[in-house]
C-alpha cells in the first residue's frame, strides 16, 4: 500500500471494541499500547466483527510507517479475541507489504474469505484490471503456500511494492521463486499487482535491478481471456525499484534492513 492517500476513510472510524475490556494475562501490553496509541495514523481498511462479539479481524493502512525504516510495509493486520466473562481480550498483529497478504494473514486465523474483504462501498485506490484482482484473489486464499522472503515498500519515488515469495506448491518446482510487483498510478487512486516466476532469488534480484526484458510470467492457470493481459503487462513492467527488499518482518516489529549480500 504505497501510494498518497486517496479519500481515506474517516480514522475517527476506528473502534477496537474493547470498552470495559483489559488485556488478558500473558499478553505484551508495551506492544498493544505501541500499535494503537496514534488513532490518527491508523486507516481502517477492512474491519470485521463477528457476531457473538469474540473475535475482530482488521487490516489498517499505518500513514507513519512512510517515516520508518525506508522499505517498512504499511499495512497491520490485527485479530482481537474477546472473553465476554472474563472481560479479558488478547491480540495478534503482524506487518505486510500487500493487502491480499494481510487479508490472508486473517484467513489463516480464521476469518472467512468474504468478511475481511475491502469493502465496495469504501472509497480509496481500486485494481486497475482484473489480472490484478484475479492475482490478489490468489494470494489472499493461498495459505500457507507461498513463503514471503523479502519485501519494499517504496512510497517516496516509485510507488512501487516488491515482495519476494517461495511458492511450495508442486506445480511451480521449476520456478518457485514468485516476484509480486504492486505498482501504483501517480495520477489516479488505482494499482496493478503482477507475478513473475524465477528460478532462484539471485535470478529475481538481477530481474529487479536491471529491468531488462519483460517480467518472466508463471505457468499457471487463469483464466483465458487473461492470458493475454498477464503477456502485455509483463512486457510494460520495466518501472525500477531503489533497492532489492528488506528481510521479512517478523510479527508487529520493524523491517530488518537489506543484508549486504544483497546489496549491489
Known amino acids: 500500500m504505497t501510494h498518497p492517500e486517496h479519500d481515506l476513510p474517516d480514522l475517527s472510524a476506528l473502534d ?29 481498511l477492512v474491519t470485521h466483527h ?58 489463516v486465523r480464521g476469518a472467512a474469505p468474504d468478511a475481511v474483504r475491502v469493502p465496495p462501498e469504501r472509497t480509496g485506490a481500486r485494481p ?46 521449476d520456478k518457485p521463486y514468485r516476484l509480486f510487483l504492486e505498482t501504483w498510478s501517480p495520477d489516479s487512486p488505482t494499482y496493478t499487482l503482477r507475478e513473475g516466476a524465477f528460478r532462484n532469488a539471485e535470478a529475481a534480484w538481477e530481474w529487479m535491478e536491471s529491468r531488462e526484458g519483460p517480467l518472466p510470467a508463471p505457468r499457471t492457470s487463469i483464466p483465458g481471456v487473461l492470458a493475454t493481459s498477464r503477456a502485455g503487462a509483463a512486457r510494460t513492467t520495466t518501472r525500477r525499484s531503489p533497492q532489492p527488499p528488506p528481510a521479512a518482518l517478523p510479527p508487529a516489529k520493524p523491517p530488518t534492513p537489506p543484508s549486504p549480500g544483497l546489496r549491489r
Open 50 to 107: 463477528t457476531d457473538d462479539g469474540r473475535n475482530s479481524y482488521l487490516v489498517l493502512l499505518d500513514t507513519a510507517a512512510t517515516w520508518d525504516i525506508p522499505g517498512s510495509p504499511q499495512l497491520l493486520a490485527m485479530t482481537l479475541t474477546r472473553d465476554p466473562d472474563k472481560w479479558t481480550f488478547r491480540f495478534d498483529a503482524e506487518r505486510h507489504p500487500l493487502i491480499s497478504l494481510a487479508q490472508r494473514w486473517l484467513i
Open 128 to 173: 486497475a484490471d482484473a489480472l490484478t484482482t484475479v492475482l490478489e484473489e490468489q494470494l489472499m486464499t493461498s495459505g500457507t503456500r507461498y513463503d514471503v522472503v523479502e519485501h519494499y515498500t517504496d512510497d517516496c519515488a516509485e510507488y512501487e511494492t516488491s515482495v519476494l515469495a517461495l511458492d511450495t506448491d508442486p506445480t511451480s518446482a
Open 16 to 44: 477496537f471494541r474493547l470498552e470495559g475490556y483489559t488485556l488478558a494475562d500473558g499478553s505484551d501490553e508495551y506492544l498493544f499500547h505501541a500499535l494503537t496509541t496514534n488513532h490518527d495514523c491508523l486507516a481502517p
